[in-house]
């Protein structure tokens, strides 16, 4: 897999800037002009791109009352089928082209979520520029097959899948020459105890796949989003609604904008600071190491008078002699007579 890939003109890779999305789903709770309002958000907050869903209940799932189709196991949405749980959270596809536009007015990229194959064909004709594939369809390999054959990048969230299922999907990318995917580490538990987390399975991911990895995160704040990054991630995926209080699905685990900001802040902080794997010094440190012990006469010395720990001592600055040679001049004596507060220096030792 390739371990380069541009998204839209923007370039993913080790030493690139973390890919930040801001994942819109449910939270514009139908209401187009609150959608809007959530693109601005994510562009005010540093978010690169926003994510959309595409789907209608009808093409996710099937509109039924028997057991298997009722939401139960302790989740937000207990007590509800998944048809009507869709039928509240599904983005109307008519806003895809409105809301498309309004992103790229905002210079932020945005792309989507596909769950059959009429929402690929949607996709493609409103020319999106990558498809995200949910965790929850890394088992649906006819539609991984259709996407895999644009050559357009994917990105895999990992919630559910088993190695195996990863290894599969990936194989199938390979067989349609698609190279260009991209691992996010994900657990679909909403929202997501940090216990179960698991943060060092990124760098496992990349060494086992040979993939650039990010994360798909449902926990609380963004420790963990810091965290991913710290450990190689290079695309950070995260909710963005406008205040969860105003409730919908999905409200109840999603970033606030303010909270967003900071976390985007905090990354890009985090990326100047993590620097190279290389170890040396900065200029700066370089000038401070003038700073440090190295050995000094402490008191008046006549020609001849040898060193002793009275009057040789390791002291601050780093003007003198390295302080390794300490024992070594011990017992020598002075070339000529040397003033306290002289760095010593190997002209005055005889």
Not at 26 to 45: C, F, G, P, S, T
Not at 285 to 312: K, Y
Request: proline residues 5%; negative net charge; glycine residues 8%.
């Amino acid at each position: 897999m390739n371990q380069e890939i541009f998204l839209a003109g923007w370039r993913i890779a080790a030493d690139s800037p973390v890919f930040i999305v801001a994942e819109m789903s449910a939270n514009h709770l139908q209401d187009y002009d609150r959608a809007v309002r959530i693109l601005h958000a994510a562009k005010e907050a540093g978010a690169d791109a926003v994510k959309l869903q595409t789907y209608t209940a009808d093409t996710i799932t099937f509109d039924g009352d028997d057991a298997c189709f009722q939401i139960t196991g302790g989740t937000l949405w207990d007590g509800t089928t998944l048809h009507k749980l869709y039928e509240e959270a599904y983005t109307p596809w008519e806003w895809h082209p409105r809301l498309m536009e309004e992103a790229k007015k905002l210079g932020l990229i945005c792309f989507s979520s596909p769950f059959d194959f009429t929402a690929v064909d949607l996709m493609e004709e409103l020319g999106m520029p990558a498809y995200k594939i949910a965790s929850y369809e890394i088992n649906d390999i006819p539609l991984i097959r259709k996407i895999a054959r644009l050559h357009k990048p994917m990105i895999f969230a990992t919630g559910i899948a088993r190695l195996e299922d990863i290894e599969r999907a990936l194989s199938v990318c390979r067989q349609e020459g698609n190279e260009d995917v991209i691992l996010l580490k994900c657990v679909s538990a909403y929202p997501t105890p940090y216990e179960d987390v698991n943060l060092n399975v990124i760098p496992t991911l990349e060494q086992t796949f040979g993939c650039l990895t990010g994360l798909s995160d449902h926990t609380m704040g963004s420790a963990v989003a810091s965290g991913a990054v710290a450990l190689g991630a290079r695309m950070v995926e995260k909710h963005l609604t406008l205040r969860r209080s105003d409730g919908g699905p999905d409200g109840a685990f999603s970033m606030e904008p303010e909270e967003f900001k900071r976390m985007v802040d905090d990354i890009r902080i985090l990326e100047k600071a993590m620097g190279s794997p290389v170890y040396r010094l900065t200029d700066v440190q370089e000038f401070e190491r003038s700073g440090s012990r190295s050995l000094f006469v402490v008191r008046d010395m006549r020609e001849g008078e040898a060193f002793t720990p009275e009057n040789v001592r390791s002291i601050r600055p780093g003007c003198g002699l390295h302080t390794m040679y300490y024992e070594e001049i011990l017992g020598r004596s002075a070339s000529c007579a040397i003033r306290k507060g002289t760095p010593l220096s190997w002209n005055l030792i005889r």
